[in-house]
């Protein structure tokens, strides 16, 4: 078992830039690949970005390519997600999830945090 705890979400505007965090406590966290998804109002959970339990690799929704990063710091217990250049159509929850053996579908992962809100204003 693991569990997670995002921060870092907020209010910025278009153009502007956020860093969201996600702490694991339990299980090592090392094992799992790590996720960011996103849901906005009255949509599905949608994939962000993904990476391996080692970080060596990396994926990314086409929405979000070449602006955000996702990284981790086994060390920390950590995985983060640097947004840049963020657009209204970014405001959504953000999740972070972790899977053993996960990659780009939502149910691939086994464990969720609550949830950080992303709001971004045009």
């Known amino acids: 078992q693991v569990q997670l705890v995002e921060s870092g979400g907020g209010l910025v505007q278009a153009g502007g830039s956020l860093r969201l965090s996600c702490a694991a406590s339990?299980?090592?966290?090392?094992?799992?690949?790590m996720g960011w998804f996103r849901q906005a109002p009255e949509k599905e959970r949608d994939f962000v970005a993904a990476?391996?339990?080692?970080?060596?690799?990396?994926v990314y929704a086409d929405s979000v390519k070449g602006r955000f990063t996702i990284s981790r710091d086994n060390a920390k217990n950590t995985v983060y997600l640097e947004m840049n250049s963020l657009k209204p159509e970014d405001t959504a929850v953000y999740y972070c999830?972790?899977?053993?053996?996960?990659?780009?579908?939502?149910?691939?992962?086994?464990?969720w945090g609550q949830g950080t809100q992303v709001t971004v204003s045009s």
């Open positions: 999830a972790a899977g053993h053996t996960a990659w780009g579908r939502r149910d691939q992962y086994e464990y």
């Open positions: 339990g299980r090592t966290f090392s094992v799992y690949t």
């Open positions: 990476i391996t339990r080692s970080g060596g690799r990396t």
